[in-house]
């Protein structure tokens, strides 16, 4: 229903406008504070780069982030990633992760993150706690942060916008009427739009979600998804309709497709109903970073990376900030 709502497709969305309207003229007072010196941002005593989108999930934030983060390890820097940790619930904040840290304690795209990039990786609702704790902890270069375009306490050197490019920004309205948590005209005032699977707009860089080898949760192995038997497919992402639509590029029709909320909480016995004798589980890789500690024999999931053929330019600008 709130997919019909926010794209345009249904009329409800006018009962949710007094609600948007208030959010709207909150979030802009909260900008305009800093803007106008109302509030002061605190500035990090190295580069920071935010990665966010202004539409509320499903944009392709977090691979963005992780190639990202890659991008800038290859050319030599160290890397710090800071975020709220949405869905985690640590005992105290900040909360620098490690190799045992839980997507309950940290949230999923945190740990997604760091397993992936091997980056120093800390949660914090003040992203400066955060930041302060990693640099406690070791000298970086830069700091990535994954979301927080709209925390203005924290200032920025680089703002980077990830747009869904076929849905961009639906019927255009504030939350809860619409999908923004802000205006599509902030894109003007944004170091970079990202386009991720859409046809780019005039001076945004396009982008594509390229899938890899399904994984086993369990020993490792990798083979192309169609190769697997009586697939169910899962998905607790922002966007859960986009995995399934890969897995159909790629010639997997599952024989169902279960969709979740987004950083929604699993249990074994919850996912093990899903599957019957003989039909296989597959998910995305941060579904799979919730449930490795129980998985199923025939539980895989699908890993992808951003790719971004035209962001030479702007990584060259990022590098040289951090080497300053």
Sequence with gaps: ???????????????????????????????????????????????????????????????????????????????????RGYGGKAAQYPLVLDAETSTHEAGDEPVLIR????????????RREAIEALLQHGSLDIIVTDDGLQHYALARDIEIVVVDGERRFGNGWWLPAGPMRERSRRLKSVTAVINNGGVPHPGELAMQLVPGKAVNLHSGAECHPADLNNVVAMAG??????????????????????AFADHQN????????????????????????????????????????????EAEPLLTRIVALGKN
């Design 115 to 126: 397993q992936r990039t091997g980056a120093a990786v800390a949660v914090s609702p003040s």
């Design 237 to 258: 992402i922002g966007h859960p309709p986009r995995f399934f639509n890969t897995l159909k590029q790629m010639n997997v029709v599952p024989v169902r497709e279960v």
């Design 266 to 309: 699993y249990n074994a016995e919850t996912l093990q109903t899903l599957v019957k004798p003989g039909q296989t589980l597959l998910m995305t890789e941060k579904d799979a970073v919730k449930v490795r500690a129980f998985a199923g024999p025939d539980w895989w999931y699908l890993p992808v990376d951003a790719v971004l053929p």
């Design 1 to 83: 229903m709130i997919e019909r709502i926010w794209s345009g497709r249904s009329a409800l969305y006018l009962l949710l406008l007094p609600l948007s309207l208030l959010y709207g003229l909150i979030s802009n007072l909260l900008r305009l504070s800093y803007v106008w010196g109302w509030r002061k941002a605190w500035r990090a005593p190295v580069p920071v780069v935010v990665v966010g989108n202004l539409t509320a999930g499903g944009n392709g934030k977090t691979p963005v982030t992780i190639w990202l983060v890659q991008e800038l390890q290859q050319r030599g820097l160290r890397v710090g990633v800071v975020s």
